[in-house]
């Protein structure tokens, strides 16, 4: 908790995503931490009395939001985010969010990246994501 809330100062973390980048993560301050910490818990308490509140895929949801980072284009960011959602990768070998049995049952013939529940849950906890990420893809 301490390095969450950025008691720790020039801490440094890192964490490899399954397309063999490493991510270089920025320490957050303290308030900006809490912040966080509190829409996580306000939306963990506010889970199971609305379907809006569970329209959010982390996958999906951080493709959708990079992708708008990248060309601020609403259209182009959806898509990256539909082919994340119906993908079937086979080279990582797990199939894509939208292929997900709880997904599958939950969300029978809707789509929830189409809904305004999904671009605000998306906005709302990526908010920050971009200004403390720095990307690498790893050689070899």
Do not use: C, R
Request: aromatic content about 12%.
């Amino acid at each position: 908790m301490k390095a969450a809330t950025g008691s720790q100062e020039g801490s440094d973390y890192f964490y490899i995503d399954k397309k063999n980048s490493a991510l270089h993560l920025a320490p957050l301050g303290a308030e900006v931490a809490q912040q966080h910490l509190d829409q996580l818990i306000q939306w963990y308490v506010n889970a199971m009395q609305s379907k809006e509140s569970l329209m959010f895929f982390p996958e999906s949801s951080l493709s959708y939001v990079e992708a708008l980072h990248k060309k601020e284009d609403e259209l182009y960011a959806l898509g990256k985010a539909m082919s994340v959602w119906k993908q079937k990768n086979k080279s990582y070998g797990y199939p894509g969010e939208g292929e997900d049995l709880w997904n599958t049952i939950s969300w029978v013939d809707e789509n929830p990246l189409a809904t305004q529940a999904f671009h605000d849950n998306s906005h709302t906890f990526w908010a920050n994501w971009m200004d403390i990420v720095t990307k690498k893809v790893l050689e070899g």
